[in-house]
Every structure is written in structure tokens, then in C-alpha cells.
């Protein structure tokens, strides 16, 4: 915790030549801490998926291929060639490779409102496609 809080102090003292001052400073000085807790948030997320993985993995009982983990990666594939090639794109690039909104929208050439509106359509689609394959509760 004390490592994020430095470095909140240090991403807001070297972006301050670039604070514009359209917004109150106790906003931006927020937006940062947001965005370094977000990144904080996926980092351990990432990490614990892997830890999963490396014990789910180690299971000595199992050595084939664990046919529901194989059955819930055919599902999502389904869903996910179900989706256009813009929704695709979207949530490839946001959920699958970590980027920000702003750097999709930049990527594309799409306005960040784009962006959130195809990441929630995306989401949406494959919840439905999982819902009706009865598997949306799966991990």
C-alpha cells in the first residue's frame, strides 16, 4: 500500500507540468490514484490467475486435459466469433491484452464513448450466448 501511494506522489509530481487546469486538482490528483489502483487491481488479478493455473495445473490426479476447462474455452470461442469484427476487436484489446479505453479509442480512431459502448455490447452478447448454453455461471 505504501508503494502505491508513493507512487501516486511520484506520477503526480512529474505529470504536474502537463495539469491544464480544466478540471479542480483534487480531481486530477484522484484520477490518478483511480488508474494506479486499477492497474494495481489487474496486476494481483493476474497474478492470481496465474497461481491458479501453475496449482490447477501441478494436479497429479488429472494429467489429461480437464474436459470442462476444454468445454468452457470451446464455449467462449463460440461466443466470441459470434461478435463483429469492431466488438471483437474491442474486448480483445480491453479484456484480453489490459489496454485503457483511451488507447483503444486512439488505436481505432474511435471516440472513448465507442469504446464502452462496444465493450458493453460485447459483454453483453457473450453473457447471452453463455446463458443460453447454460454455462454462464462457469469460471
Not at 484520477?31 to 494495481?40: F, H, M
Not at 488429472?62 to 463460440?78: F, K, S
Request: hydrophobic share 40%.
Amino acid at each position: 500500500m505504501d508503494d502505491l501511494v508513493q507512487e501516486v506522489f511520484i506520477r503526480a509530481w512529474k505529470g504536474l507540468p502537463r495539469f491544464r487546469g480544466s478540471a479542480q486538482f483534487s480531481t486530477w490528483l484522484y484520477r490518478i490514484c483511480w488508474n494506479l489502483a486499477s492497474d494495481q487491481r489487474r496486476r494481483c488479478a493476474r497474478q492470481h490467475s496465474q497461481t491458479q493455473n501453475l496449482v490447477l495445473g501441478s494436479d497429479i490426479a488429472h494429467p489429461g486435459p480437464d474436459l470442462m476447462h476444454l468445454h468452457y474455452q470451446q464455449a467462449l470461442q463460440q461466443s466470441m466469433a459470434q461478435l463483429s469484427p469492431e466488438h471483437r476487436m474491442v474486448l480483445i484489446l480491453h479484456d484480453l491484452e489490459d489496454l485503457p479505453q483511451k488507447e483503444i479509442a486512439e488505436i481505432l480512431g474511435i471516440p472513448v464513448g465507442t469504446v464502452k459502448s462496444r465493450l458493453f455490447h460485447a459483454r453483453a452478447t457473450i453473457r447471452q450466448h453463455l446463458l443460453q448454453l447454460e454455462i454462464a455461471g462457469a469460471p
